[in-house]
């Protein structure tokens, strides 16, 4: 029977290899056909100020709700969009809706809330980028201030400091760039050197470790230093304890998102969570 084994296990690599192609198909076939069937949508997270304990604004984060596959991450087709080129007529519709929401958010009395939207590098790419962002903000009719333009340190950033003038012209324009997923790509330092942006998000792996590794104490302490003397702001990503929080309060971190304040939701539930929303407690 061992000689039987390779071939046994080269028969399940090529069968769960044909799986992964079909199930990309699939997956891709559907994806074309989910924005047009209104299966995308919007949930929304919010973000706390740490001076004052108010929430700030919300990130709105893509969510697919597929009839066949049900609730579908976007870790899960971020990446097939943007190789299908589909990220392109998603994207613009993320922001339509997003300045959508936010208008109504500002109608309904929240006037100073603030909107982040996740950009593709592969959107930052196309030659009318900016003008076709800016088109939908204008149109939206909100102040271009409170739109922020999240920007992941990723594979393209050669491509990204080469493209770095349209995060300018946008920035000319009234809207915020924010580095997301700040220290998890190489030389991230490089481009907060070079790169045209407001505010760093720090990752979510590094908030994780504020409890657990001694050495990331210092670490996330200095991250926030260097970042205010470049004249820079922090977020703090994925904070899900009292203990991150009071950690990164003190080291004057900006602000914080995660689920110690709450899990992304459907709009629905954004007025009912801003009006019973209560400044944490554990601040300081
Ligand atoms: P991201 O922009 O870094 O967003 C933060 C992710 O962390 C979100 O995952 C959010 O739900 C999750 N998160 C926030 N707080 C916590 C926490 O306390 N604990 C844990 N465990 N997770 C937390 P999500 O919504 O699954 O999005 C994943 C990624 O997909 C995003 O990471 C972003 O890179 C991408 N993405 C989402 N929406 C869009 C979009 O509209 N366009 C593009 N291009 N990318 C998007
Ligand atoms: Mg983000
Ligand atoms: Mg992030
Ligand atoms: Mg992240």
């Known amino acids: 029977r061992a000689k039987g084994q390779p071939d046994n296990r080269i028969a399940f690599f090529e069968q769960s290899m044909a799986d992964e192609a079909y199930r990309k198909l699939v997956l891709e076939e559907d994806l074309r056909h989910a924005l047009n069937n209104g299966e995308l949508l919007l949930y929304y997270q919010p973000i706390v100020d740490c001076s004052n304990g108010r929430v700030s604004g919300f990130e709105a984060l893509l969510r697919w709700n597929s009839p066949q596959l049900g609730m579908v991450s976007p870790l899960q087709f971020i990446r097939l969009a943007e190789e299908t080129g589909l990220i392109i007529p998603i994207g613009l519709w993320v922001l339509q809706q997003g300045c959508a929401f936010l208008a109504r958010l500002h109608r309904a009395g929240y006037a100073d809330m603030l909107l982040s939207v996740n950009v593709s590098i592969i959107q930052l790419l196309q030659s009318d980028f900016v003008e076709s962002m800016w088109a939908v903000v204008r149109d939206a009719g909100i102040p271009p201030e409170h739109i922020a333009f999240e920007i992941t340190e990723g594979l393209l950033m050669e491509t990204f400091e080469a493209n770095s003038e349209k995060l300018r012209l946008l920035r000319q324009r009234g809207m915020k760039i924010h580095l997301d997923d700040f220290g998890t790509g190489y030389s991230s330092l490089k481009y907060l050197q070079n790169l045209p942006v407001d505010l760093v998000k720090i990752d979510k ?33 994925g904070v899900e304890t009292g203990l991150q929080h009071s950690r990164l309060a003190c080291f004057g971190c900006d602000r914080i998102q995660g689920y110690l304040i709450s899990k992304p939701m459907p709009e629905e539930q954004v007025l009912p969570f801003l009006k019973a929303y209560k400044p944490r407690q554990d601040n300081k």
């Open 205 to 237: 792996s590094f908030i994780d470790e504020l409890e657990g590794n001694a050495q990331t104490v210092p670490l996330v302490d200095s991250i926030i230093a260097l970042v205010h003397r470049l004249g820079l702001q922090t977020v703090a990503e």
